[in-house]
C-alpha cells in the first residue's frame, strides 16, 4: 500500500469572491514506502500548495489525498506526518527548548526530553538551546525548523525546501538521517530548486508547471546527465503535457 | 494532555517576566493616578481604582491573549501546531484555560502595584458632626468630639442647596473651650463647601460650630463633616468588584475564542464588545462562555485545514 496517495487533486487560491486562481491542476500521485519524491517546478507551480495539501493544511477543491491509508487531514493521517514549511517566522520570544518541547508535546512523542535532545544533537542546535528563536540566523533557524520534524518516527515526511541556508555539515547529517528513515520505510516528498539535493536523496522525481505535472519518472532516468543551471529548463521547458503521477 | 500542553504553553507565553513587568508597571501608574487626583472621599477612590484597574486589564491583558494565537498563525508557526495530531478542540480549550490562568496572573500584578501605591492615597480624616440644636429658621448648632491634642485649623465640609441660585453667604459661629470666632463665607451655588474654621489655639476640647445659612441658602439633610487631618486610603478600602471580574473573564474568553480564527484586530474588537455588554445573570454568562469554546472549537478546526502562511 501506498504510504501517499492523491489522485486528481485541483486547488485553487481565491483571489476576490467568485474568483480563483488555479494553482493545482488533476495531480496524481503515489509514494511507497522508502520512496523519496522530488518535487521540482518554477516559481508558483505548486509545489508547496502539493505539500500542505498532504499534510493536511489545505483542503483541495477536488481529488482525492490518503496518508497510510487515512484520508488527509484527520487525526491518524496527522499522527504519520511531519511537515517543514518553506517559510516560517518563529515567535520571537521563544527559546528553541522551549519550542521543540512545546511541539514535541502536541505531537503525542513520547520521550520528549530525550527526542529532543537527539535533534538537538543531530542539528548542531545544543549551544543554541537557551537561545530565543528570534535572535537565530536564518540558517539557525531553519535548522531549528528541521528539528521540530525529525522529533518523533513520522513514516512521511514533508520537506519544502528543507536545504536552503543549511550548511555542508549539517546537511551531510540530516542527508544520513532522512537515508536511514528511507532505509527504515519512510517516504519523504521534497521540493527544492536544487537539483543536487534531488540527486542526493531523490528516488523519483515530479515535475511540476503551472500546476500540472508535466514530468514523472525515476530520479536516475530524468536527472541523467542533467547538470548545473539549465537542469530546471531541461526538466520543464522542454517537456510536453504530461502523464499522471504515478510510479513507474 | 494535549489540552494540559496548550495551556501551559500558552499561560508560558503569556506570563513572561517583560509582561510581568509592564504589568507592574502599569498597576503604579494606576496607582500614582489615584494618588495623585484630587479625591476627597474613599469610595470615590475605590470606584476610580476599581475603573482604571478594568479598563488596563482590558487594554493591557486581552491584546497580549489575542496576539498569541494571531501572531502564530500570521508567522507560521501555528502550522507547525495544526500538523500535530493534537485535536482542535483540546488546542482550543487548551488556549482557553492557559488564556485564563495567566491573565488572571497578569491582572493580579497589576493589581497588587496599583494597591501599593493606591493605598497612599491620602484621605480626609473627617469627624461627623452631632446635631447639638436646630431652630426653625435654619440654624443649626453642631458638636464635633476632637481627639485629645488635636490642633487646628480644620476644613468644615458642609453641603448646601441653593434655592434661588445667585449668592448667599454662610455665617459660622466657632467655639472650643472658652474660646469663640465668626466665620463669613460667602456660597455662590455650590453643593458643597469646605470653610476653613480657625483652630482657636491652646484650645482643647470639643469644638462647636453653629451655622446660619444666609437668605436662599438652605444646607442640606447631611451632618457636616469636620476635616482633622489626612490619613492613608488603606488596603481594605480597594479591590476589583467581582461583576467586572466576570465581564473581563468573558472579555479574555473571547479574545481568544475569536483569535483561534480571526485576524488581531478582529479578535480585540470581539473582546472589546464583550466588555461594553448589558450585565448578565450567571446562566446567561455561562451559557456565553460555552459558546465562546465552542466557537474557538470550530475556529480552529477550519484554521487547521486553510492554514498558509
Same mark, same amino acid.
Given at each position: 500500500m501506498a504510504l501517499v496517495e492523491a489522485w486528481n487533486v485541483t486547488h485553487a487560491y481565491r483571489r476576490f469572491p467568485g474568483r480563483r486562481h488555479p494553482s493545482l491542476s488533476g495531480v496524481d500521485l503515489a509514494v511507497e514506502p522508502g520512496e523519496c519524491w522530488g518535487l521540482i517546478g518554477p516559481n508558483g507551480s505548486g509545489k508547496s500548495t502539493l505539500l500542505r495539501i498532504l499534510a493536511g493544511l489545505t483542503t483541495p477543491l477536488t481529488g482525492d489525498v490518503a496518508v497510510a491509508g487515512h484520508p488527509v487531514g484527520t487525526r491518524a493521517a496527522r499522527r504519520v506526518v511531519a511537515y517543514v514549511p518553506e517559510t516560517l517566522r518563529w515567535p520571537r520570544h521563544l527559546t528553541v527548548w522551549a519550542a521543540l518541547r512545546e511541539l514535541a508535546a502536541l505531537g503525542d512523542v513520547r520521550d520528549v526530553e530525550a527526542r529532543v535532545q537527539r535533534v538537538l544533537r543531530l542539528l548542531g542546535l545544543q549551544p543554541l538551546v537557551r537561545r530565543q528563536l528570534g535572535s537565530l540566523s536564518l540558517g539557525q533557524a531553519r535548522r531549528v525548523v528541521i528539528a521540530q520534524a525529525l522529533m518523533d518516527d513520522a513514516r512521511v515526511l514533508l520537506m519544502d525546501e528543507p536545504f536552503s541556508a543549511l550548511d555542508s555539515l549539517v546537511l551531510h547529517d540530516v542527508t544520513s538521517e532522512l537515508t536511514e528513515r528511507l532505509a527504515r520505510g519512510a517516504a519523504v516528498l521534497l521540493a527544492s530548486h536544487r537539483i543536487e539535493d534531488l540527486r542526493r536523496l531523490a528516488t523519483h522525481i515530479l515535475v511540476l508547471r503551472e500546476g500540472r505535472v508535466v514530468r514523472v519518472g525515476t530520479a536516475d532516468e530524468l536527472l541523467a546527465g542533467v547538470t548545473g543551471r539549465d537542469a530546471l529548463v531541461h526538466l520543464v521547458g522542454s517537456a510536453d503535457a504530461a502523464p499522471s503521477g504515478r510510479s513507474a | 494532555m494535549g489540552l494540559l500542553v496548550a495551556a501551559v504553553t500558552f499561560y508560558l507565553r503569556l506570563v513572561t517576566w517583560r509582561?510581568?513587568?509592564?504589568?507592574?508597571?502599569?498597576?503604579?501608574?494606576?496607582?500614582?493616578?489615584?494618588? *495623585?487626583?484630587?479625591?476627597?472621599?474613599?469610595?470615590?477612590?475605590a470606584r476610580l481604582f476599581s475603573g482604571l484597574l478594568a479598563g488596563a486589564g482590558a487594554v493591557f491583558v486581552l491584546p497580549l491573549a489575542a496576539g498569541v494565537p494571531t501572531d502564530d498563525r500570521r508567522g507560521g508557526f501555528e502550522q507547525l501546531v495544526l500538523v500535530r495530531a493534537v485535536p482542535s478542540w483540546s488546542l482550543a480549550l487548551g488556549r482557553c484555560v492557559g488564556?485564563?490562568?495567566?491573565?488572571?496572573?497578569?491582572?493580579?500584578?497589576?493589581?497588587?502595584?496599583?494597591r501599593f501605591v493606591a493605598a497612599q492615597a491620602p484621605m480626609p480624616d473627617e469627624i461627623v458632626g452631632t446635631k447639638m440644636i436646630e431652630s426653625a429658621d435654619g440654624i443649626t448648632s453642631w458638636r464635633f468630639g476632637l481627639p485629645e491634642g488635636t490642633g487646628?485649623?480644620?476644613?468644615?465640609?458642609?453641603?448646601?442647596?441653593?434655592?434661588?441660585?445667585?449668592? *448667599?453667604?454662610?455665617?459660622? +459661629?466657632?467655639?472650643?473651650?472658652?474660646?469663640?470666632q465668626t466665620v463669613v463665607r460667602k456660597v455662590r451655588q455650590q453643593r458643597r463647601l469646605a470653610?476653613?474654621?480657625?483652630?482657636?489655639?491652646?484650645?482643647?476640647? +470639643?469644638?462647636?460650630?453653629?451655622?446660619?445659612?444666609?437668605?436662599?441658602?438652605?444646607?442640606? +439633610?447631611?451632618?457636616?463633616?469636620l476635616v482633622v487631618g489626612t490619613e492613608a486610603l488603606g488596603y481594605g478600602s480597594l479591590g476589583l468588584p467581582m461583576a467586572t471580574v466576570r465581564r473581563l473573564l468573558l472579555g479574555l474568553i473571547t479574545v481568544v475564542a475569536a483569535a483561534c480564527a480571526f485576524r488581531f484586530e478582529t479578535a480585540c474588537l470581539a473582546g472589546l464588545l464583550a466588555l461594553v455588554m448589558p450585565r448578565q445573570d450567571g446562566l446567561v454568562w455561562s451559557i456565553s462562555v460555552a459558546l465562546l469554546l465552542l466557537v474557538g472549537v470550530l475556529g480552529t478546526a477550519l484554521v487547521r485545514r486553510q492554514a498558509l502562511p
Amino acid at each position: 500500500m501506498a504510504l501517499v496517495e492523491a489522485w486528481n487533486v485541483t486547488h485553487a487560491y481565491r483571489r476576490f469572491p467568485g474568483r480563483r486562481h488555479p494553482s493545482l491542476s488533476g495531480v496524481d500521485l503515489a509514494v511507497e514506502p522508502g520512496e523519496c519524491w522530488g518535487l521540482i517546478g518554477p516559481n508558483g507551480s505548486g509545489k508547496s500548495t502539493l505539500l500542505r495539501i498532504l499534510a493536511g493544511l489545505t483542503t483541495p477543491l477536488t481529488g482525492d489525498v490518503a496518508v497510510a491509508g487515512h484520508p488527509v487531514g484527520t487525526r491518524a493521517a496527522r499522527r504519520v506526518v511531519a511537515y517543514v514549511p518553506e517559510t516560517l517566522r518563529w515567535p520571537r520570544h521563544l527559546t528553541v527548548w522551549a519550542a521543540l518541547r512545546e511541539l514535541a508535546a502536541l505531537g503525542d512523542v513520547r520521550d520528549v526530553e530525550a527526542r529532543v535532545q537527539r535533534v538537538l544533537r543531530l542539528l548542531g542546535l545544543q549551544p543554541l538551546v537557551r537561545r530565543q528563536l528570534g535572535s537565530l540566523s536564518l540558517g539557525q533557524a531553519r535548522r531549528v525548523v528541521i528539528a521540530q520534524a525529525l522529533m518523533d518516527d513520522a513514516r512521511v515526511l514533508l520537506m519544502d525546501e528543507p536545504f536552503s541556508a543549511l550548511d555542508s555539515l549539517v546537511l551531510h547529517d540530516v542527508t544520513s538521517e532522512l537515508t536511514e528513515r528511507l532505509a527504515r520505510g519512510a517516504a519523504v516528498l521534497l521540493a527544492s530548486h536544487r537539483i543536487e539535493d534531488l540527486r542526493r536523496l531523490a528516488t523519483h522525481i515530479l515535475v511540476l508547471r503551472e500546476g500540472r505535472v508535466v514530468r514523472v519518472g525515476t530520479a536516475d532516468e530524468l536527472l541523467a546527465g542533467v547538470t548545473g543551471r539549465d537542469a530546471l529548463v531541461h526538466l520543464v521547458g522542454s517537456a510536453d503535457a504530461a502523464p499522471s503521477g504515478r510510479s513507474a | 494532555m494535549g489540552l494540559l500542553v496548550a495551556a501551559v504553553t500558552f499561560y508560558l507565553r503569556l506570563v513572561t517576566w517583560r509582561h510581568l513587568l509592564a504589568a507592574a508597571g502599569t498597576g503604579l501608574l494606576i496607582g500614582g493616578a489615584v494618588v *495623585s487626583l484630587p479625591v476627597s472621599e474613599p469610595e470615590l477612590a475605590a470606584r476610580l481604582f476599581s475603573g482604571l484597574l478594568a479598563g488596563a486589564g482590558a487594554v493591557f491583558v486581552l491584546p497580549l491573549a489575542a496576539g498569541v494565537p494571531t501572531d502564530d498563525r500570521r508567522g507560521g508557526f501555528e502550522q507547525l501546531v495544526l500538523v500535530r495530531a493534537v485535536p482542535s478542540w483540546s488546542l482550543a480549550l487548551g488556549r482557553c484555560v492557559g488564556a485564563i490562568a495567566g491573565g488572571a496572573v497578569l491582572l493580579f500584578s497589576i493589581e497588587l502595584a496599583a494597591r501599593f501605591v493606591a493605598a497612599q492615597a491620602p484621605m480626609p480624616d473627617e469627624i461627623v458632626g452631632t446635631k447639638m440644636i436646630e431652630s426653625a429658621d435654619g440654624i443649626t448648632s453642631w458638636r464635633f468630639g476632637l481627639p485629645e491634642g488635636t490642633g487646628g485649623p480644620f476644613d468644615l465640609v458642609v453641603e448646601t442647596v441653593m434655592l434661588y441660585g445667585g449668592t *448667599s453667604e454662610l455665617e459660622l +459661629d466657632v467655639r472650643r473651650g472658652g474660646q469663640e470666632q465668626t466665620v463669613v463665607r460667602k456660597v455662590r451655588q455650590q453643593r458643597r463647601l469646605a470653610v476653613p474654621v480657625p483652630a482657636l489655639a491652646a484650645s482643647r476640647g +470639643d469644638l462647636f460650630v453653629t451655622l446660619r445659612p444666609g437668605r436662599e441658602l438652605v444646607l442640606a +439633610d447631611v451632618s457636616p463633616r469636620l476635616v482633622v487631618g489626612t490619613e492613608a486610603l488603606g488596603y481594605g478600602s480597594l479591590g476589583l468588584p467581582m461583576a467586572t471580574v466576570r465581564r473581563l473573564l468573558l472579555g479574555l474568553i473571547t479574545v481568544v475564542a475569536a483569535a483561534c480564527a480571526f485576524r488581531f484586530e478582529t479578535a480585540c474588537l470581539a473582546g472589546l464588545l464583550a466588555l461594553v455588554m448589558p450585565r448578565q445573570d450567571g446562566l446567561v454568562w455561562s451559557i456565553s462562555v460555552a459558546l465562546l469554546l465552542l466557537v474557538g472549537v470550530l475556529g480552529t478546526a477550519l484554521v487547521r485545514r486553510q492554514a498558509l502562511p
